[in-house]
């Protein structure tokens, strides 16, 4: 007994420490490297919103799922996406909206939003005619992301669109100060190579915490490993919502909800074949979608009130307390 705590333990510091917190602390080195190079290289805010900031705050996932497919743990890989993309509406939008209701015109989200609703079909399609995820589905995946970038700059570099502000507004909350273009570049090689560490850290924390407890792997993926790299997302929308700007919350789980199913899931599916272990494809994979379903309300009106969020918060409450009780 003593062994399996000392396993815990090691896992949970491993987790906490250098899991979490190059993972927070990578918001301000994508917030330097954004404000040192948009302007000598002539890259518009709105792009940055779309494109650095939700690949920023995704970051973790996309190193984690890789390192875990690449180790044939599927159920980590995939549990870690599914298991993201629930914390970010049901913890994350939640817990922002319980700190400062959100209130934003729906124009600027509909468009991100029905991204959601398609990255979310196509994860549904794939699961419920595939056992794995395999090269094609990563182009596929992949070529939809590029797809929906390019059309999204398109769109809002035509004027100063709602979608369009909402993603410069993004840029600018994760801005720092300003540093030299070579300081820059180094400061993101060196939390990429941070992340790549804590990556593996976090991989070998998560099986060690399965053994000594008998819990799936799968079960790790969808709850530490999921709050674990969400923790940017958790960072910046929390940051956001005690400054009111609640709106910049949505927005950014918006992007990284896309993200996480269409760039991590192909990124690591190109890398190597990912099985889809039962348990998501019979479960989970439905309560993320409900999950998803759960935004139109902010959707329509634009409004996440305190109520709504209360409810998110508690709704993922409950599922992770229904997977713990699963597995006692």
């Known amino acids: 007994m003593s062994d399996c705590f000392d396993h815990v333990e ?7 420490h250098l899991g979490a917190r190059p993972a927070c602390s990578r918001r301000r080195w994508f917030g330097a490297r954004r404000r040192c190079t948009c302007p000598r290289l002539g890259v518009n805010p709105q792009l940055i919103g779309v494109t650095v900031v939700a690949w920023g705050t995704s970051t973790p996932e996309l190193v984690v799922s890789i390192e875990a497919a690449l180790k044939g743990l599927g159920g980590i890989a995939i549990g870690n996406v599914v298991g993201s993309n629930i914390a970010n509406i049901g913890l994350i939008l939640g817990a922002a909206a319980l700190i400062h209701p ?22 549904l399609a794939i699961a419920l005619t595939a056992d794995r995820l395999v090269w094609w589905h990563g182009l596929l995946c992949l070529g939809l992301l590029a797809g929906m970038t390019v ?9 100063d669109t709602p979608a369009a502000s909402l993603h410069a507004a993004e840029a600018e909350e994760v801005g720092a100060v ?13 939390g990429i190579a941070l992340l790549a560490v804590g990556g593996e850290l976090m991989i070998r924390a998560a099986v060690n915490i399965a053994r000594a407890f008998g819990v799936s792997e799968v079960v790790i993926g969808l709850t530490l490993v999921a709050v674990g790299t969400s923790l940017p997302e958790l960072a910046t929308s929390l940051v956001a919502a005690v400054r009111r700007h609640s709106e910049i919350a949505l927005g950014n789980i918006l992007g990284s909800n896309i993200y996480n199913i269409l760039a991590i899931l192909g990124v690591a599916s190109l890398i190597a074949p990912v099985p889809i272990a039962p348990e998501i494809a019979r ?46």
């Open 151 to 159: 059309l999204t700059y398109v769109q809002e570099r035509r004027g």
């Open 178 to 190: 300003p540093l030299r273009l070579w300081l820059a570049v180094v400061m993101v090689v060196g």
């Open 283 to 328: 479960i989970e994979m439905w309560v993320m979608a409900a999950f998803t379903l759960a935004l139109v309300p902010a959707l329509i009106s634009g409004r996440v009130v305190r109520a709504l969020g209360a409810a998110l918060v508690a709704a993922y409450a409950a599922e992770v307390g229904r997977l713990v009780l699963l597995q006692a």
């Open 102 to 123: 959100i209130a934003i015109r729906p124009q600027a989200i509909r468009r991100d939003g029905a991204f959601v609703f398609a990255a979310t079909a196509v994860f």
């Open 10 to 16: 090691e896992g949970v510091r491993w987790i906490s």
